[in-house]
C-alpha cells in the first residue's frame, strides 16, 4: 500500500476519534483536540494527492476511498452541528445532497470511461467547508467568531450550491451519453 492510501486510511480512522473528543462531554479540551484532529484529517486530504499525483501513485483504492473519506469527515461534522443545532437540517442536507449529486455523476462520467476533475468551485467549497468545520468544532463562543461561523455556514452553503451547478452545467452531456455498457 502506498502513502497517499495510508493517509487516506489514516483520515478514516480520525473521523471516529474526531467524534469522541467533539460529542463526549467531560474531556478536557476535548473540542479543541476535535479541532485539531479534523484539521490534521484535513491536511492528509491535500497531502496525500499531491503526492499520489506528483509521484505518479495514482490507484483505483485511491480513486474510491479519498472522496469517500473526504465525505465521510464533512458530513459526520454536519450532522453534530445539526445535533448542535448550529447548522440548521436544511442546510446540511443540501450540502449532504449536493455530494451525493456529484456523487453520482462521477460514476455516470465513469461508466463512460470520463474521468471528471474537481473543478475550482469544488475546491473552493471544501476549504469553506473545512474552515466552518472547524470553527464551529472549536466554538469559542465569542460574538465576532459567532458572526463568522454563521457567515462561513452560509457561505459553504452558496459555494456548495454554486459548485454543483457549475459541475452540472459543465458535464451535462453526460447524462444524455449512452453508456458504454
Not at 474531556?27 to 479534523?38: E, H, L, M, S, T
Not at 473519506?69 to 459526520?76: G, T
Not at 466552518?132 to 452558496?158: C, G, H, P, Q, R
Request: charged share 15%; with cysteine.
Amino acid at each position: 500500500m502506498n502513502l497517499p492510501n495510508k493517509l487516506t486510511i489514516i483520515r478514516v480512522l480520525m473521523i471516529p476519534l474526531y467524534l469522541v473528543f467533539l460529542l463526549v462531554d467531560g474531556i478536557p479540551y476535548g473540542k479543541y483536540i476535535a479541532g485539531v484532529i479534523f484539521t490534521l484529517a484535513a491536511v492528509t486530504d491535500a497531502l496525500d494527492g499531491y503526492i499520489a499525483r506528483k509521484n505518479n501513485l495514482i490507484t483505483n483504492f485511491g480513486k474510491f476511498m479519498d472522496p469517500l473519506a473526504d465525505k465521510l469527515l464533512v458530513c459526520s461534522a454536519l450532522i453534530c452541528f445539526v445535533a448542535s443545532r448550529q447548522v440548521p437540517s436544511w442546510v446540511a442536507i443540501v450540502i449532504i445532497a449536493r455530494e451525493f449529486i456529484v456523487s453520482g455523476f462521477r460514476l455516470v462520467a465513469s461508466d463512460n470511461g470520463v474521468v471528471l476533475a474537481a473543478g475550482w468551485w469544488g475546491k473552493i467549497k471544501t476549504n469553506v467547508q473545512i474552515v466552518m468545520s472547524v470553527m464551529l468544532t472549536v466554538n469559542l463562543d465569542i460574538k465576532f467568531i459567532n458572526i463568522l461561523e454563521v457567515i462561513s455556514v452560509y457561505l459553504a452553503l452558496a459555494l456548495t450550491v454554486i459548485s454543483m451547478m457549475d459541475y452540472l452545467i459543465k458535464n451535462y452531456r453526460l447524462l444524455l451519453t449512452k453508456s458504454n455498457h
